[in-house]
């Protein structure tokens, strides 16, 4: 494809040798300026959507009551607040599947419940 420039506010394209096409430069600039300023505020919105704020989880998750998801024996799963967490049951008794259980602790990463 050939090119040739014309003074300096427009760009001459041939098209498939019959014809030709012009594009003035400024279009062209706000074509990828617009581009750009859309992949940035993608790339803005992608941050601020997985930035998640740490919080003083433990303060709220004691005494708070959830279900366990899968049976505690001594651990497994539970949801508490609407969150997934893995729970190990606080005095080692097993826990059955969708059983009402209330946070009394944590252990790590570990939420310690009992049955509720």
């Known amino acids: 494809m050939r090119q040739s420039l014309e003074g300096i506010a427009s760009f001459r394209f041939i098209v498939n040798g019959n014809g030709y096409f012009e594009m003035n430069s400024t279009i062209l600039f706000m074509a990828f300026a617009g581009a750009a300023a859309l992949l940035i505020a993608s790339a803005l919105v992608a941050a601020l959507w997985r930035h998640k704020r740490a919080s003083a989880g433990e303060v709220k998750l004691i005494g708070e009551i959830g ?49 509720a």
């Open 67 to 115: 279900y366990a998801e899968s049976p505690l024996d001594p651990e497994g799963s539970v949801i508490v607040g609407g969150e997934l967490w893995r729970a190990i049951s606080f005095d080692a008794l097993p826990i059955a599947a969708n059983a009402r259980v209330r946070v009394v602790g944590l252990r790590g990463h570990l939420v310690l419940v009992e049955t």
